[in-house]
Structures are given as structure tokens and as C-alpha cells.
């Protein structure tokens, strides 16, 4: 999608999205719902520590973030870390598109330190100038973080950087400042530095030195004023309607950029550096509403300017007449998410047979090794959290440290009185079962 017309870019600004940076250990989630009018935020949320927790704990607070804002069945927009992500920018005047590919390839190697085979890259050009944006990770960094949230249970659609999204973000309702400018954002425990100007179409970089210092360092690449006063990130992007009060937007700048880019994701730089096979794409139907109501607005000011008001009307009711004829079409999207939300809770509800399954299998195996011959067994009744022994053996009493001391067994006692039976000694053992699936 060309983005040098910005009157056609803010009429076709309609859309949803969600965005997620990662930065160190926090997930900043937020969901806006995009109109050529301007954008509502539909909620937000943070969660703290989450290296530290499973994914599927995590996941199921960002699932249920989700569903209270109405966008679960969006695939969402994940900004990587910057320092796992290397930035450059080439500039290739007089070079067609079909030939950028094979020019970037040419000298890819050159642009980062990583071993051969280990770098993943994506470019895009920038607008119909000769710059050309180029963004570099491991491959690895790609397949850790791609289990991580698959694991947790959220769709991705796209692994991208902040430049990336605040390129896009602040040109899809209005123009960033004519004649250049500098934003910094938090990168870990040093500043990323974003800024654009004639000399260089995009600049990202960070830094791990003071804000003036890096200040100095970034007008300079930058061709700017030495004395440029830096602007916050959220200046940058359309005010969100709908925040709450304490809502830090400048905090959650990156977050929110990134859910207006997966919005209108035909309207943003088309840098993803999630591989094809893997990405998830939100269900077509859903924006036949969309395409409708857009395709109304523009045929309707052609109508007012070269039509009669006669013809105006009839033009109108047939589309009003095509609107609730594709209106089906929109109903079968979340028809869809549900069989696939179906799909999914019967395929975990598989997935807990089996470990339980293979749980009492080896509680009954360790049972058996804890018991040697003579001592034997009348009866035994598994709970999912215990187990219940009866039975006999010369010796009862070790019993209790013998099943404490195994690996899946703890807590271990007699629920009725040792009773003597011949050389043996009747017994009745209760043990809590450990690690046991829930």
C-alpha cells in the first residue's frame, strides 16, 4: 500500500489490532480500534515477570485481556526487544524493486556478526524514495520467542521493532513534524533513540550513555539542530479516546503503535521478520463490514459530485441491498474462532489424559518397587492428588520413610493400627502423589 497520499491513507485507516512489547522481563499489551476519525484505546494491560512464570500461566492473563476487550480472535503484533534486533539503513537510489532483493542479499553478511546460516532478516523500501529499511536477528531469537507464545496460547502475526511501528504508527491519521525530529524510549537499562529527517528517512539506535550525550550523538546522525529538543514518543502517535486516567501513554507508547500497525497492517511497513509459515492471519470475513462501509464512503462522494439526487438514492438502496446480503459473511468469522476455540480446549483436555495416564503408570511401577517380596498388596485406590495402600508385609513400619523418601510420593501415614497376622503385619498407607497434572 503506497503511503505518499495521506488523505487516502486516513479514509482507509478502519481496523483492530493488538500489539505486545517485550522489554526485559514485561509484557506491555494494549488493543485500540482504528477510524479515519481517530482511535480508541480498548484496553490495556502489563505483565510483569513473565520469563519467570510459565507461558501458560502468563498466556492466560493476556487471553483473558483479550476476551474482556473483545479482540481474542486477533492475531497480534509483537514488537521484539531492540537489543535483539539490528537496524540499518541502505540507501539504493535508482534501484527497481525487483532488484533490491537480490542487492541487500549481496551484502547481508556485511550488516551483522552473527555466524553463517544464524540471521534472519526482512527489508521494506521507504515510500518511493531509494532508502531502504533492513532489520536483522538470530533465527534462534525468532524460534525461542515464537514457542514462548505459542505455548502461551497467542496467535502472532507479526515479530517487529519499534521503528518499524512508529514509521507507520504516525502516518496513518496525520504527518509526523515537518523538517525532522528525535524520541527517546526505555530499552532495557539504556535508551533506544528513534528520529527522522531529510538526511536520514529512519534512525534507530541504541544507546547505553546518558540522555544528552546520546542526544548529541543522534542530531548528529541525524543532520539536526544540536539544540533540537527531543519530542515524546506519544506526541508522535493520534491521542487515544477511551484511556483511563492514570493510563501512562508515553510509557506505553510502543505498545499502543504497535496495535495501530496491526490495525491497518496494509497501511504499514510491510517488515515482518516472523517466518510466512508461521505467522497467523485474522479471518477475512471479518472485514467485509469494513470494505463495505469504505467502499460506501468513496462511491458515495463520487455519487454527490457527479450524479443527480435521484440517481443518488437508487445508488444507495443497492448498496444498502449489498450490505445486508455480505452481512452473513461477516457472522461465519466468529462462527469460526469459536469451532476453533472448541477445537483447541478438546485437544488440551487429550493432552492432560495422556499425562495422567502416564502419571499413574509410574506411581503404580514406583509402588512396586517400594514393596518387594514378601510384602504384597490386597487392594489399591488412586485418586488424582493420592493414593490408598492395603496389604501386608514382615515389616510395616519403614514403610512411611520409604514413601516419604520417593521422588513421587510425600506425606505418607496409617489410617488404621498395624495388626499382626501371623509373621506378617497388616497395614493401611495413604501418600499424597507430587507433580501430579492438575
Given at each position: 500500500?503506497?503511503?505518499?497520499?495521506?488523505e487516502?491513507?486516513?479514509?482507509?485507516?478502519?481496523?483492530?489490532?493488538?500489539?505486545?512489547?517485550?522489554?526485559?522481563?514485561?509484557?506491555r499489551?494494549?488493543?485500540?480500534?482504528?477510524?479515519?476519525?481517530?482511535?480508541?484505546?480498548?484496553?490495556?494491560?502489563?505483565?510483569?515477570?513473565?520469563?519467570?512464570?510459565?507461558?501458560?500461566?502468563?498466556?492466560?492473563?493476556?487471553?483473558?485481556?483479550?476476551?474482556?476487550?473483545?479482540?481474542?480472535h486477533?492475531?497480534?503484533?509483537?514488537?521484539?526487544?531492540?537489543?535483539?534486533?539490528i537496524v540499518?539503513?541502505?540507501m539504493?537510489?535508482?534501484?527497481?524493486?525487483?532488484?533490491?532483493?537480490?542487492?541487500?542479499?549481496?551484502?547481508?553478511d556485511?550488516?551483522?556478526?552473527?555466524?553463517?546460516?544464524?540471521?534472519?532478516?526482512?527489508?521494506?523500501?521507504?515510500?518511493?524514495?531509494?532508502?531502504v529499511l533492513?532489520?536483522?536477528?538470530?533465527?534462534?531469537?525468532?524460534?525461542?520467542?515464537?514457542?514462548?507464545?505459542?505455548?502461551?496460547g497467542?496467535?502472532?502475526?507479526?515479530?517487529?521493532?519499534?521503528?518499524?511501528?512508529?514509521?507507520?504508527?504516525?502516518?496513518?491519521?496525520?504527518?509526523?513534524?515537518?523538517?525532522?525530529?528525535?524520541?527517546?524510549?526505555?530499552a532495557?537499562?539504556?535508551?533506544?533513540?528513534?528520529?527522522?529527517?531529510?538526511?536520514?528517512?529512519?534512525?534507530?539506535?541504541?544507546?547505553?550513555?546518558?540522555?544528552?550525550?546520546?542526544?548529541?550523538?543522534?542530531?548528529?546522525?541525524l543532520?539536526?539542530?544540536?539544540?533540537?529538543?527531543?519530542?515524546?514518543?506519544?506526541?508522535?502517535?493520534?491521542?487515544?479516546?477511551?484511556?483511563?486516567?492514570?493510563?501512562?501513554?508515553?510509557?506505553?507508547?510502543?505498545?499502543?503503535?504497535?496495535?495501530l500497525?496491526?490495525a491497518?497492517?496494509?497501511?504499514a511497513?510491510?517488515?515482518?521478520?516472523?517466518?510466512?509459515?508461521?505467522?497467523?492471519s485474522?479471518?477475512?470475513?471479518?472485514y467485509?463490514?469494513?470494505v463495505?462501509?469504505?467502499?460506501?464512503?468513496?462511491?458515495?462522494?463520487?455519487?454527490?459530485?457527479?450524479?443527480?439526487?435521484v440517481k443518488?438514492?437508487?445508488?444507495?438502496?443497492?448498496?444498502e441491498?449489498?450490505?445486508?446480503?455480505?452481512?452473513?459473511?461477516?457472522?461465519k468469522?466468529?462462527?469460526?474462532?469459536?469451532?476453533?476455540?472448541?477445537?483447541?480446549?478438546?485437544?488440551?483436555?487429550l493432552?492432560?489424559f495422556?499425562?495422567?495416564?502416564k502419571?499413574?503408570?509410574?506411581?503404580?511401577?514406583?509402588?512396586?518397587?517400594?514393596?518387594?517380596p514378601?510384602?504384597?498388596?490386597?487392594?489399591?485406590?488412586?485418586?488424582?492428588?493420592?493414593?490408598?495402600?492395603?496389604?501386608s508385609?514382615?515389616?510395616?513400619?519403614?514403610?512411611?520413610?520409604?514413601?516419604?523418601?520417593?521422588?513421587?510420593?510425600?506425606?505418607?501415614?496409617?489410617?488404621?493400627?498395624?495388626?499382626?497376622?501371623?509373621?506378617?503385619?497388616?497395614?493401611?498407607?495413604?501418600?499424597?502423589?507430587?507433580?501430579?497434572?492438575?
Open positions: 500500500m503506497n503511503l505518499d497520499f495521506p487516502l491513507r486516513r479514509l482507509l485507516a478502519v481496523g483492530t489490532g493488538v500489539g505486545i512489547e517485550i522489554e526485559d522481563d514485561v509484557l499489551v494494549a488493543a485500540v480500534r482504528l477510524r479515519p476519525t481517530g482511535a480508541r484505546l480498548l484496553g490495556a494491560a502489563t505483565i510483569n515477570g513473565f520469563r519467570e512464570r510459565t507461558a501458560a500461566g502468563w498466556g492466560a492473563v493476556c487471553a483473558d485481556f483479550l476476551k474482556r476487550t473483545g479482540a481474542s486477533l492475531a497480534a503484533t509483537v514488537l521484539l526487544p531492540r537489543r535483539d534486533v540499518r539503513l541502505l539504493l537510489p535508482g534501484v527497481r524493486d525487483q532488484d533490491i532483493a537480490p542487492a541487500i542479499e549481496f551484502q547481508i556485511s550488516m551483522h556478526p552473527f555466524a553463517e546460516e544464524q540471521a534472519a532478516y526482512a527489508w521494506t523500501r521507504l515510500g518511493r524514495s531509494g532508502a533492513v532489520a536483522i536477528t538470530r533465527k534462534e531469537t525468532l524460534e525461542r520467542y515464537f514457542g514462548l507464545f505459542a505455548e502461551a497467542i496467535k502472532v502475526a507479526a515479530f517487529t521493532f519499534s521503528a518499524a511501528v512508529l514509521y507507520s504508527a504516525s502516518r496513518l491519521l496525520a504527518r509526523p513534524p515537518a523538517g525532522g525530529f528525535l524520541t527517546f524510549l526505555p532495557g537499562d539504556g535508551l533506544e533513540a528513534y528520529g527522522e529527517s531529510e538526511a536520514r528517512p529512519v534512525f534507530s539506535a541504541a544507546f547505553d550513555l546518558p540522555r544528552d550525550r546520546a542526544a548529541g550523538l543522534a542530531t548528529a546522525e543532520r539536526l539542530d544540536s539544540g533540537l529538543e527531543p519530542v515524546d514518543a506519544a506526541a508522535l502517535l493520534p491521542s487515544p479516546a477511551g484511556a483511563p486516567p492514570d493510563y501512562d501513554f508515553s510509557r506505553n507508547a510502543l505498545a499502543y503503535a504497535a496495535a500497525a496491526g491497518c497492517p496494509r497501511l511497513l510491510p517488515i515482518n521478520l516472523l517466518p510466512p509459515e508461521n505467522r497467523s485474522n479471518a477475512r470475513a471479518m467485509v463490514p469494513t463495505v462501509l469504505a467502499a460506501a464512503a468513496l462511491l458515495s462522494v463520487g455519487a454527490l459530485a457527479s450524479i443527480s439526487p443518488d438514492r437508487e445508488y444507495l438502496r443497492a448498496l441491498k449489498e450490505t445486508v446480503r455480505l452481512q452473513p459473511l461477516a457472522g468469522a466468529g462462527q469460526i474462532d469459536h469451532a476453533i476455540d472448541a477445537t483447541r480446549a478438546r485437544a488440551r483436555q493432552d492432560d495422556r499425562r495422567r495416564s502419571s499413574a503408570l509410574d506411581a503404580l511401577a514406583e509402588v512396586n518397587k517400594l514393596l518387594e514378601p510384602a504384597y498388596l490386597s487392594s489399591l485406590e488412586m485418586a488424582q492428588d493420592s493414593i490408598t495402600l492395603t496389604g508385609a514382615e515389616r510395616a513400619e519403614p514403610l512411611l520413610k520409604m514413601f516419604d523418601n520417593s521422588p513421587l510420593f510425600q506425606g505418607s501415614e496409617f489410617t488404621i493400627p498395624l495388626t499382626p497376622s501371623g509373621k506378617m503385619e497388616m497395614f493401611r498407607i495413604r501418600a499424597a502423589r507430587k507433580g501430579v497434572p492438575q
